[in-house]
């Protein structure tokens, strides 16, 4: 577990001058086990999540609970969570499935 992870909630607020604005704010950040997509046995199990790039497995949080709401920051790299699972539920690690955000071009 030595890869540095933040996770991001999106706030929907107003500002001085009464316009939305959405603003993203850290709301936890950890050290996580991270591992990639590759074909060993364990991944072939999780076929019904065949669009997953990554798994993270990091300690829990007091207090917060991550939810699939949230993005997941590793590096400079953005993740989406698509699962996210008590390890065998003592509520001390978890494992969250995530794909990786692509950036797309401006014009």
């Known amino acids: 577990m030595n890869t540095p992870i933040s996770f991001l909630e999106t706030v929907n607020t107003t500002d001085n001058e009464g316009f939305a604005v959405t603003e993203e704010r850290i ?5 996580s086990y991270r591992e990639g997509r590759h074909g060993s046995q364990k991944w072939a199990n999780l076929a019904v999540f065949s669009n997953v790039t990554d798994l993270f497995r990091f300690r829990a949080f007091p207090n917060v609970k991550i939810t699939t709401d ?6 400079d790299e953005r993740f989406e969570i698509i699962s996210v699972e008590d ?5 001390m690690y ?4 995530a794909i990786k955000i692509k950036p ?3 014009a």
Do not use: P, W
Request: hydrophobic content about 40%; proline content about 0%.
């Open 87 to 91: 390890v065998k539920g003592k509520g």
């Open 94 to 97: 978890i494992e969250a499935l």
């Open 27 to 31: 709301i936890a950040s950890t050290r």
């Open 70 to 75: 949230h993005i997941l920051i590793c590096g």
């Open 104 to 106: 797309t071009k401006g």
